[in-house]
């Protein structure tokens, strides 16, 4: 801690501000969850204790049913096991293998799964609010969010991921917005 407390002092007398970034703390606030569960096993001192602590790690694996919500932030997902095809019969959504019910534009697993309201935080703070989707594969709404996070030092993604939405709202908390975004 002394050496955390001194290098903060040495960056602040440089006139530089530290920002705390938000993957940091969700961290945190799961490491916290865990310490209240070793503390206490009451229940209303328990969620006393968790009370306010961000949710961070999805629950348990069910064992009655195929598939187990994930949440991350306002973003739930939920894991399906893959589907073998019958013999004889071809794969769901035909010989070309499953078909996306958003007509191509969502690429990957993560956009698949994405809630509207997920999707519009995302596309909110691209500078987009008016649009429902990020557009296929190149397309220019893709492009500008992967060069956002390149200008701002993050990883370069056409494609949401549990990762890029973090990167994003870290951004947005700090002020950042996209090139014309007014």
Known sequence: MPAWLAAIASLRSQGLEPMPQRKFFAELGGLMKYICGLITREPSALSA????????????????????????????????????????????????????????????????????????????????PGDTDLGTAGSPTRKAMAGFLTNNSKVSSEKVTKDVVLDLRDLQMTGKRPAGCT
């Open 49 to 128: 204790c968790k009370a306010g602590l961000p949710t961070t790690l999805p629950p348990a694996a069910s064992v009655l049913s195929s598939s187990a919500p994930v949440r991350l932030g306002n973003i739930t997902t939920r894991s399906v096991p893959a589907q073998s095809p019958v013999a004889g019969r071809p794969p769901k959504g035909g010989p070309s293998g499953p078909s996306s019910p958003s007509g191509g534009t969502r690429l990957g697993e993560f956009e698949e799964k994405m809630k509207p309201e997920a999707m519009k935080e995302v596309l909110t703070i691209l500078c987009r």
